[in-house]
């Protein structure tokens, strides 16, 4: 299994990216994918996780109304959309798949993890 993210990138507060994560040899049966975050000196946080048929998105408080997670027809690519970011929201981005068939935010139920996407939100 091998996951690849990519679109991180530096806005300004108030902005917007959209991160992708590619997916390659996904173990039949997975049916939940996540976005995690860690800022530098923090532990990981959870952001959110889609159930992939039929595309269901499950948020943490911090980012519910202003990301949304979302995948393609070919559900090889899972998506974060990300709107009116804030400085908080600045850290390395993670796709993961978890090996639980029930929407998680423990990183101990993912376990496949991309390398990661750098998202930084500053004026």
């Known amino acids: 299994v091998q996951l690849v993210e990519f679109g991180g990138d530096s806005v300004e507060p108030g902005g917007s990216l959209r991160l992708s994560c590619e997916v390659f040899g996904l173990p039949a049966g997975r049916r939940f994918m996540s976005w995690f975050r860690q800022a530098p000196g923090k532990s990981r946080e959870y952001v959110a996780t889609i159930l992939r048929d039929p595309g269901w998105g499950y948020y943490s408080a911090s980012v519910r109304d202003r990301f949304t997670i979302s995948q393609d027809n070919a559900k090889r690519m899972v998506y974060l959309q990300m709107d009116n970011l804030k400085p908080e929201d600045t850290g390395m981005y993670y796709c993961?798949?978890?090996?639980?068939?029930?929407?998680?935010?423990?990183?101990?139920?993912?376990?496949?993890w991309g390398q990661g996407t750098q998202v930084t939100v500053s004026s």
């Open positions: 993961a798949v978890a090996h639980v068939d029930y929407s998680s935010s423990q990183s101990a139920d993912h376990d496949y």
